[in-house]
């Protein structure tokens, strides 16, 4: 099912867990060369600018052969652009499927260009129908095709899109069966969202290692609509948008301290069961969150000026940086604030030369006229020494 053979992916997989004990000297460069040999991978992943100036030459690519297309077919009614659009997320398909056999794409800027253009043709035909979009219908064909291709090509960005979709599309289904559902919705995306978070951390235990990156892009963003259920601004204001309630700020939703609780108490929930189990995900996502609950508690109530509330803030993770740094000087439960791995030896070497020619200059001293001459350095004055 996957476009990749799975020596390759597995010798992908054990490339990057090299590259990582390279990067933290837990390995030496002749134990990561032995590794790529006796590992080698056919997989083509170019560095970050190749894969951007890949990807745009991609993209002005498929742009100039729609243009072609669009002007040979002289399509302008809304069935011939229609087709215009399916044909060309045929192509991109296609030229996707391609390249991949021939070429071993990997993450190149191609393959992922030309996966995201895949499905902004087919969600523009959507938007180009005489009728009103149909919110379920598009995310649902769009989590259809976004899963193949997160399943066909390993890639995170598509299971991320299908996720979201995935959510959006039982949002809309279930508000279909009246007020219970409207009322309820909340706690049922927050019982998805923890479920499918549940599962993933499971099966990213498991022997998939090709789809690692895949679990990972999900886990989070599962634990971002997790928060984003129970947090009150979002509830209240979706609400007022789609069932126009037309609540003010200080009208109450129902169940509105079950809520403000739980914008309250998720994100440190993350972080301490990140520190537990040190999962950095987890306890970066939670600490990421806190902002979004200062910003719903602002949004609602205003305590001090900003300025008080941002230096009172500042005061505050300065002082709880300055004193986990000093709790943490010696190692305790896995933690330390001291730098087990240093930087790299090619910026030290770079420092050290930036330093050495600003203030390591040699002296020049200038001839006084005094002892000239001679090849000892002037010590004959005009002998030859």
């Given amino acids: 099912m996957r476009a990749y053979q799975d020596s390759d ?17 837990c390995i030496d460069k002749d134990s990561f060369t032995k590794i790529l040999t006796t590992y080698p991978c056919k997989l083509y992943t170019p560095d970050y600018f190749i894969r951007i100036a890949l ?25 011939g652009i229609v087709i215009v659009l399916i044909i060309l997320a045929i192509l991109c398909y296609t030229a996707l499927e ?6 071993r794409y990997y993450n190149a800027g191609v393959d992922n260009i030309l996966m995201v253009l895949t499905i902004i043709f ?33 890639d995170a960005f598509m299971a991320m899109l299908t996720y979201c979709c995935f959510f959006i599309f039982l949002f809309l289904v279930y508000l279909k069966f009246g007020d219970i559902a409207k009322a309820t919705a909340p706690v049922i995306m927050m019982i998805v969202s923890a479920v499918i978070c549940l599962l993933l951390q499971k099966l990213s235990r ?36 789609m069932f126009h309630l037309q609540l ?18 998720i994100p440190p929930a993350y972080i301490i069961y990140g520190i537990r189990k040190k999962d950095f995900l987890v306890m970066r996502t939670g600490l990421a969150l806190i902002a979004a ?11 001090l000026p900003v300025e008080m509330e941002m230096l009172i803030a500042g005061i505050i993770l300065i002082a709880l940086s300055y004193t986990s740094i000093k709790y943490l000087a010696m190692p305790k439960y896995g933690y330390t604030s001291i730098d ?24 020049v001293v200038e001839s006084s006229g005094l002892y000239g001459g001679g090849s000892g350095g002037g010590g004959g004055a005009t002998g030859e020494f």
């Fill in 206 to 241: 498991g022997k998939m290692y090709s789809y690692q990156y895949c679990f990972k892009a999900v886990t989070f963003l599962s634990l971002v609509t997790l928060y984003a259920s129970g947090n009150y601004f979002i509830i209240k204001e979706l609400s007022n948008e």
């Fill in 122 to 154: 087919i969600d523009s035909v959507f938007f180009v129908s005489d009728y009103n979009t149909s919110w379920i219908g598009m995310s649902g064909v769009t989590m259809f095709v976004a899963l193949w291709l997160s399943i066909r090509f390993t």
């Fill in 340 to 363: 087990l791995y240093p930087s790299r030896k090619e910026a030290l070497n770079a420092e050290a030369l930036i330093i050495a020619e600003t203030f390591n200059k040699q002296p």
């Fill in 9 to 25: 992916l597995y010798n992908k997989y054990v490339n990057d867990q090299a590259t990582g004990a390279l990067e933290t000297f």
């Fill in 248 to 265: 003010s700020l200080q009208d109450p939703i129902p169940f509105g301290w079950l809520f403000w609780m739980l914008t309250f108490l």
């Fill in 55 to 79: 990807g745009l030459l991609t993209i002005v690519a498929v742009l100039f052969s729609a243009l072609l297309l669009w002007l040979l077919s002289s399509a302008s009614s809304t069935p």
């Fill in 98 to 103: 391609l390249l991949v056999q021939a070429k």
């Fill in 293 to 303: 609950t200062v910003f719903t508690v602002k949004y609602y109530y205003a305590l």
